[in-house]
């Protein structure tokens, strides 16, 4: 499974950006999709998070971003989405898409879950200049 991220840039205070992650490879390597973000020197940080193998489910977001971000999935192109409105300087980050492995015992989509050996894809830098 391979990831790659995209459409991050730098925006003012208050506007919105929308995040793209492509992903390849077979649906049934994976069963939950989501984003994260790191700042340098900082700890990762899981902001929205999806169940790939169960409908109905309501995704997993960080309190950080709740009300303000959306996660998508479009699963005819195999795309991963992040809606990011009215966003804060706190914001600012490096933002990665990830892709969780099944493993023996593991059932939870949750972004917390996600492990090092998970898939992960390359950043896309978002800045928010206030």
């Known amino acids: 499974v391979q990831l790659q991220a995209s459409g991050g840039g730098l925006v003012q205070v208050g506007e919105s950006l929308r995040l793209s992650c492509t992903v390849s490879g077979s649906t049934l390597d994976y069963f939950a999709l989501g984003w994260f973000r790191q700042g340098s020197g900082e700890e990762r940080e899981g902001v929205a998070c999806?169940?790939?193998?169960?409908?109905?489910?309501?995704?997993y977001y960080s309190w950080t971003v709740k009300g303000r971000f959306t996660i998508t999935r479009d699963v005819a192109t195999n795309t991963l989405y992040l809606q990011m409105n009215n966003l804060k300087p706190q914001d600012t980050d490096l933002y990665f898409c990830?892709?969780?492995?099944?493993?023996?015992?593991?059932?939870?989509?949750?972004?917390?879950?996600?492990?090092?050996?998970?898939?992960w894809g390359q950043g896309t830098q978002v800045t928010v200049s206030s």
């Open positions: 990830a892709a969780r492995k099944p493993r023996k015992g593991a059932s939870s989509y949750v972004c917390p879950t996600f492990l090092r050996d998970d898939y």
């Open positions: 999806i169940s790939t193998s169960r409908t109905g489910v309501d995704p």
